[in-house]
T-cell receptor
């Protein structure tokens, strides 16, 4: 199956700093990637759709200036949490979809546990 | 707006028992439905994917069914084992203007006791 690699798996940062998370499709090209967020004991919520070569599409309630998404190539999307605060501590996970026979199948990265202290 | 609901939120069973996890969704316009497993603090492992035209999929001790018209899916786990303990998530892929995003349920946390 397709492989999506996410890095780092864990990061601890000080309040006010920025953190970048990378999401790579290793054996396929992904024109679209997705970023999700998961709070403790809750489900995954879509944050934004990352489009290669264009601006990301953010879900309602997600601050685009706080969560910067760049999709500069067909295999790499990055999420930068700017001026991080403790409330941004969460599990962030990316996915990419492959369209096989007319429908999408999603493949997920391993996730990144962000802790802001 | 598509909403996905999973029942129960938590389940504890003795080893060896067969069990059923339930998932319902409000909009039948979907490409497919996927069941995932998530271990604590970890990412997602895809278990089964059912296309909208399919009724069920099987993998080992797992069987997932889909009734698109009623907006329901079930995940059946046969002869449960302690290693099956995890959170199980179902997710649908909306077919309207969708490039591959998923809408997730809240998950069912399963504990299988030895």
């Amino acid at each position: 199956g397709a492989v999506v690699s996410q890095h780092p798996s864990r990061v601890i940062c000080k309040s006010g700093t920025s953190v970048k998370i990378e999401c790579r499709s290793l054996d396929f090209q992904a024109t679209t990637m997705f970023w999700y967020r998961q709070f403790p004991k809750q489900s995954l919520m879509l944050m934004a759709t990352s489009n290669e070569g264009s601006k990301a599409t953010y879900e309602q309630g997600v601050e685009k200036d706080k969560f910067l998404i760049n999709h500069a190539s067909l295999t790499l999307s990055t999420l930068t949490v700017t001026s991080a605060h403790p409330e941004d501590s969460s599990f962030y996970i990316c996915s990419a979809s492959i369209w096989g026979r007319g429908w999408p199948e999603a493949f997920f990265g391993q996730g990144t546990r962000l802790t802001v202290v | 707006k598509q909403e996905v609901t999973q029942i129960p939120a938590a389940l504890s069973v003795p080893e060896g028992e067969n069990l059923v996890l339930n998932c319902s969704f409000t909009d039948s316009a979907i490409y497919n439905l996927q069941w995932f497993r998530q271990d604590p603090g970890k990412g997602l492992t895809s278990l089964l994917l059912i296309q909208s035209s399919q009724r069920e999929q099987t993998s080992g001790r797992l069987n997932a069914s889909l009734d698109k018209s009623s907006g329901r899916s079930t995940l059946y786990i046969a002869a449960s084992q302690p290693g099956d303990s995890a959170t199980y998530l179902c997710a649908v892929s909306p077919s309207s203007g969708n490039t591959g995003k998923l809408i997730f349920g809240q998950g069912t946390t399963l504990q299988v006791k030895p």
